[in-house]
């Protein structure tokens, strides 16, 4: 494939693959506490990524998908570099030191990123895809009102960076020659766990002991729900829809996380939280709502 000219998806593969992003990825911010009690933060990146992409690798060519070219594998280098080690892993940082609602917050300001670096490309969002963006934002701070907002300078400058990589390399990839969206994002795993596990250990971050059990299947639960099926299905739709709609998780996720609270950890809805909600779903309608 080439800069991404793809068939048009139905929208059943759209649904399903928005559905994987929002709740998928949402129940992420709850494992991904749990598995930095014995993973640290690039090291825990380098492993889920190895494991997610080395299989999906692997059952890819043995189906007969062909590899990367020498050119896509360069740019897949980049694109790994900017979502893998300077996003993900840094959001995993971020949460050692930083409150669950400033990382949402700063998370929630991708799209507003996205619609910029897309803008300057050419690719302008539509009035209604901006008047969602904002409005689900404004949800996202709304739904934090009350929480409690610590960081250190370090998780700060983590969430303020994370966010911009992951825009900017979203959007760039629509015009990069890249392979099939299910290959390009098994590289992308591949090279990004390489890349997270040398700026890990040039930290001096090490594993001495052997994780307990309950981390451990945070982790996992982390490769399955987080990488295969999750972000699997963020590459395929940077391949197939508006930039607005693709990176709209991002508001939905804390809402997802909040609905987690409530189940596991027994947290209680309150008024505001609920009109949030709503709010944070209008947006996403907004946004879900195709130009004529």
Avoid at 53 to 77: D, E, N, S, Y
Avoid at 102 to 113: D, E, K, N, S, T
Avoid at 194 to 205: D, F, P, Q, R, S
Avoid at 248 to 274: C, M, Q, R, T, W
């Amino acid at each position: 494939m080439t800069k991404n000219t793809t068939a048009e998806p139905g929208k059943a593969a759209i649904l399903a693959a928005l559905l994987a992003v929002y709740v998928l990825w949402g129940s992420t911010y709850y494992a991904i506490k749990i598995a930095l009690e014995n993973y640290p933060p690039f090291l825990l990146t380098s492993i889920r990524m190895l494991i997610a992409g080395g299989l999906m690798f692997a059952v890819l060519r043995w189906r007969g998908v062909a590899a990367p070219t020498r050119k896509q594998w360069r740019t897949i280098l980049v694109l790994a570099l900017m979502l893998t080690v300077l996003s993900n892993a840094l959001v995993n940082l971020a949460e050692e030191t930083v409150s669950t609602g400033l990382v949402a917050i700063g998370v929630a300001a991708m799209p507003l990123w996205a619609g910029f670096f897309s803008a300057l490309r050419g690719q302008h969002p539509s009035v209604r895809e901006w008047i969602g963006i904002a409005i689900g934002f404004i949800g996202v701070l709304w739904l934090n009102i009350g929480t409690e907002m610590n960081a250190g300078w370090q998780g700060m400058l983590a969430v303020l960076i994370a966010p911009i990589s992951w825009a900017y390399g979203s959007i760039w990839s629509r015009q990069q020659d890249l392979p099939a969206p299910f290959m390009s994002a098994a590289a992308q795993m591949l090279l990004g766990s390489v890349g997270a596990c040398i700026v890990g250990l040039v930290l001096g971050e090490r594993i001495t002991a052997l994780p307990a059990l309950v981390p451990t299947m945070a982790m996992l639960y982390l490769v399955v729900a987080g990488s295969i099926f999750g972000f699997t299905a963020y590459i395929w739709l940077l391949h197939h829809v508006r930039p607005a709609l693709a990176t709209s998780y991002a508001y939905v996720n804390p809402v997802i996380a909040v609905a987690i609270g409530a189940l596991l950890l027994d947290e209680k809805f309150n008024s505001h939280a609920i009109g949030a909600m709503l709010l944070i779903l209008f947006g996403v309608i907004l946004m879900t709502v195709k130009r004529r």
